[in-house]
């Protein structure tokens, strides 16, 4: 089996580059089931019903994660109990939507998870260590395969979770810094690990927005609001090979479309 992974999609060009290169990819590369994190597609914050329908209804993927900018635009209370989408696990018990799903592809169990960090992301969140210990719990003797989507900053928090979670999950990729990271690896006890699967969005750009409104945010600490590079996109993410017998990793590499 497999599992496609897409970084951060960011504003229409996102969207454009993914409408363009997705079809390709999975016929090119034998694609089985597609993880997209969309968090960022709208804009630059959230998600809207448009982009929601377009990913699930003309792209057919499979699932569609979050982040830290779920809630960026209120179209998303329409949809968010749709099981193709998933928000990070670990935002508290009261608020709408599932932390994590259970799909079907080739007669396997696959349960994708998403969770956000703690370090530097300003958001109200569990620790998400313990969050993951439990949903490991409930998903027990459910789930023939385990992917988990970690939308952190922090390098550190997503390496330490990699190796908390070795040997107790098929894989899990990060997400959220827009930058692609040259360390997937299966980890000793068999996790298919990488710190950030990168985004689709604006090559020449501050991890896709705007080069001289960022500039001048960096510059004069003065307030600049952030708008979207305006470029030729890119898409990045990754693969992950699965053993259908053995349900464990046994590949992972990135993939990058100019």
């Known amino acids: 089996m497999r599992i496609l992974a897409i970084g951060d999609i960011v504003g229409e060009g996102g969207i454009k580059k993914l409408k ?6 999975k016929e090119q590369e034998n694609i089985d089931f ?26 057919k993927v499979n699932v569609i994660t979050m982040g830290n900018h ?11 109990d749709d099981e193709i989408i998933i928000r990070p696990s670990n935002y508290p018990d009261n608020v709408p939507g599932k932390g994590y799903n259970i799909y079907t592809c080739k007669n396997k169990k696959i349960c994708v998870v998403n969770l956000i960090g703690r370090t530097d992301m ?17 998903v ?15 390098t550190a928090e997503k390496i330490a979770m990699g190796y908390f979670l070795d040997g107790k999950i098929t894989a899990m990729f990060g997400t959220h810094t827009h930058v692609q990271t040259a360390d997937e690896k299966i980890l000793e006890g068999g996790t298919a690990y990488i710190t950030d699967i990168g985004m689709t969005g604006p090559k020449k750009s501050v991890i896709g927005m705007d080069i001289a409104a960022s500039l001048k945010r960096f510059t004069t600490t003065l307030p600049e609001k952030y708008k979207l590079a305006e470029s030729n996109c890119s ?14 990793a046994e590949k992972i590499y990135r993939i990058s479309r100019r």
Do not use: Y
Request: with cysteine; net charge negative.
């Open 20 to 25: 363009d290169q997705l079809p390709k990819i």
């Open 34 to 59: 597609v993880i997209v994190n969309a968090e960022n597609s709208a804009g630059g914050m959230g998600i809207t019903t448009k982009i929601f329908n377009e990913l699930k209804n003309d792209l």
């Open 70 to 80: 779920t809630w960026g635009k209120k179209d998303i209370f329409s949809f968010i």
């Open 122 to 138: 300003n958001v109200l969140s569990e620790n998400p260590f313990l969050k993951m210990q439990g949903i490991l719990e409930e």
């Open 140 to 154: 027990k003797g459910k789930a023939d395969i385990i992917i988990l989507d970690f939308h952190a900053e922090a």
């Open 235 to 248: 898409l990045n993410g990754c693969i992950i090979e699965i053993n259908e017998e053995t349900c464990r």
